[in-house]
Each structure stands twice: as C-alpha cells, then as structure tokens.
C-alpha cells in the first residue's frame, strides 16, 4: 500500500517518538511471526486490533500483548458500547492499512485507542509499521503516548 510506511514515519515525528522502522523481508503478519524476525518473545510484539461498534458503527483500536488476547467484555466497556470485528476492506479505509500491517500509528481517521497494560512491563515492544514485512521498535509508554491510547486492563 503506497504511502502507508511513510504515515507511520510522519505520525511518529509529529508525536516526538523517534523510530527507526525495518523491513524484514519475511511476514510480520502474525505476532509469532513478527516475534521471530525481531529477535523478541511473542508478548512483546504489539497487535494493533480494529473492532467496530454495534450501535454506532465507529471503529476502536485495542493495542494488545501477542500472548493475551483482547476481553471483548472489556473492551466493550471502556468503547461504551457492544463492539465486533472489524470487516477488512473498512479497516483499511479508515486506517489505510492493511490486516497484518495495521500500525498502532499513522490512521486516515483518527480512531480511539486503548493499549493493554501489560505491554508496560517491557523495556521495548515492537508494532507493525504499515506493511506486513515492517515493524518499528518503542519503549511502550511513549508508544501509548504516541498512539493517543488509553492504558487499560484488556486482556482475557
Ligand atoms: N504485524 C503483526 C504483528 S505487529 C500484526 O499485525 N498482528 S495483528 O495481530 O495486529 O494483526 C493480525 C490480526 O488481524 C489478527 O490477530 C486478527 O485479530 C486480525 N484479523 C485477521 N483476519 C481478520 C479478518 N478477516 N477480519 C478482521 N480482523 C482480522
């Protein structure tokens, strides 16, 4: 997708968060997959998640650990409302990435954020960078902070 790591890039900057993004040159797609190309566990890799509100239609990010998984319930909480998957293709209009290459940073439309707390244990986190071979390293708080994200207990 033309332009999506050059968002990420810009995103970064605006927000003060100095990264240097990689392409690995094999799939980041899936945590496990991102985890064995930079070199960290699984709970350190990011997963940038889209899911949509029932009532109201509008899109929400959870930034989950690669070993939780998202508590719907909880997420619904804190979205205000009853929240299901996000369809692909209005992921990536209103991100302008694709699934697998969704970063926590750099959307169209700015879409509000939630980050599981876990990540904080972690000196440094990896996320997707826009496309499925490029991730970027952060200290986690900034990363939040950069992302607009809300620290929050979304695990299951
Ligand atoms: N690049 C990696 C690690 S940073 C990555 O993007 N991982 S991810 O977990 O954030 O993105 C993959 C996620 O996309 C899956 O965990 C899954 O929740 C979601 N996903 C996969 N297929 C679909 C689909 N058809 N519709 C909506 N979400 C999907």
Do not use: Y
């Amino acid at each position: 997708m033309v332009g999506s790591i050059e968002r990420v890039t810009k995103a970064a900057a605006d927000a003060g968060l100095s990264i240097e993004i990689k392409r690995m040159g094999a799939s980041t797609r899936t945590a496990e997959e991102a985890a064995e190309q930079c070199g960290c566990t699984v709970a350190q890799i990011v997963k940038s998640l889209v899911f949509q509100g029932e009532t109201s239609g509008k899109l929400f990010l959870f930034l989950v650990s690669g070993v939780n998984q998202l508590d719907l319930g909880k997420a619904a909480a804190l979205a205000g409302e009853p929240l299901k998957r996000a369809d692909p293709r209005h992921i990536r209009d209103e991100t302008g990435f694709a699934i697998g290459g969704v970063s926590p940073l750099g959307h169209l439309i700015a879409i509000p954020a939630f980050a599981d707390s876990s990540l904080l244990a972690f000196d440094v986190v990896w996320a997707a960078a826009g496309a499925h071979d490029a991730v970027f390293a952060a200290e986690p708080n900034a990363l939040i902070d950069a992302a607009h994200a809300k620290a929050a207990d979304l695990a299951a």
